[in-house]
């Protein structure tokens, strides 16, 4: 059975760090992009950022300079180390890993494989 399982979630307050992890099991993704997502209570789930199997990686705007997303082939994880949050980036934070090994797509649709989400929740 092939599963995606984050951890690192919690309760920290405006200015902390967290760290996320999401360690697969069943099958290897090390040749697959993989993205994380976020998605706060009645919004649309938002792409954070994607790290490719070569270790290009893209992040939205808003995160830029204070999120880095890396991987661990050896260990199929990837990580989402968060610096300097906000109560905006407050959320359910999924991981997901790329239908295709060609690129690292921009939209759920581009995804197969998804996590269930651990819960961020930054309090100012």
């Known amino acids: 059975q092939v599963q995606l399982v984050e951890s690192g979630g919690g309760l920290v307050q405006a200015g902390g760090s967290l760290r996320l992890s999401c360690a697969a099991s069943g099958r290897t993704f090390s040749s697959n992009a993989m993205g994380w997502f976020r998605q706060a209570p009645g919004k649309e789930r938002e792409l954070v950022a994607t790290i490719t199997s070569g270790y290009n990686t893209y992040y939205t705007d808003s995160v830029k300079g204070r999120f880095t997303v890396s991987r661990d082939k050896a260990r199929d994880t990837v990580y989402l180390q968060m610096n300097s949050l906000k109560p905006e980036d407050t ?20 995804y197969g ?8 929740t ?3």
Request: glycine share 12%; proline share 6%; with cysteine.
């Open 91 to 110: 959320a359910v934070y999924i991981c997901a890993a790329a239908r295709s090994t060609f690129g690292a797509p921009l939209t759920p649709q581009g």
């Open 122 to 124: 930054v309090s100012s």
């Open 113 to 120: 494989y998804w996590g269930q989400g651990t819960q961020v």
